[in-house]
């Protein structure tokens, strides 16, 4: 098995509670005064709605998860050899868990996984 590499991805994304979403995505926009654009869902069918907000060479993702009752902070890893990757990490007793969001209608290669402390992490292979 090859050694993978493991580097930052550019997207962080913040699960929000329906009751605090409007609230949330006006702090970025109108407190904070960042640019703060609606996206598209149909990729991740628990979330109900996405705003995009630059978060300097970063994506912040506001996602609104209706069923949430606190929000939450999920980020984002790649890969080089995702098959790899997920044997090393097995190795470590940290094992794909892609029950938590599935994704629909993606170009590359993704496992869900979350560090010992719960923190969801999208490990994504780049190619």
């Known amino acids: 098995m090859s050694k993978p590499e493991f580097t930052a991805g ?21 407190t904070l005064g960042f640019d703060v654009k609606e996206d598209d869902v149909s990729y ?22 209706d069923n949430y009752s606190q929000p939450d902070l999920w980020l984002q890893l790649h890969t080089d050899d995702l098959d790899a990757a997920a044997g090393k990490l097995a190795d470590s007793g940290i094992h794909p ?12 290669r993704t496992h869900w996984i979350k560090n010992p402390a719960g923190v969801v992490h999208l490990l994504a292979e780049s190619g």
């Not at 300097?56 to 998860?65: F, I, S």
């Not at 938590?100 to 590359?108: M, Q, R, W």
Request: glycine residues 2%.
């Open 97 to 108: 868990c892609d029950e938590v969001e599935p994704l629909e209608n993606l170009d590359s």
């Open 44 to 65: 991740a069918p628990t979330v109900s709605r996405t705003h995009s907000v630059r978060f300097g060479p970063n994506t912040l993702w506001l996602d609104c998860v």
């Open 10 to 30: 550019l997207n962080l994304a913040m699960k929000i509670p329906k009751a605090q979403y409007e609230a949330t995505v006006a702090f970025y926009r109108d």
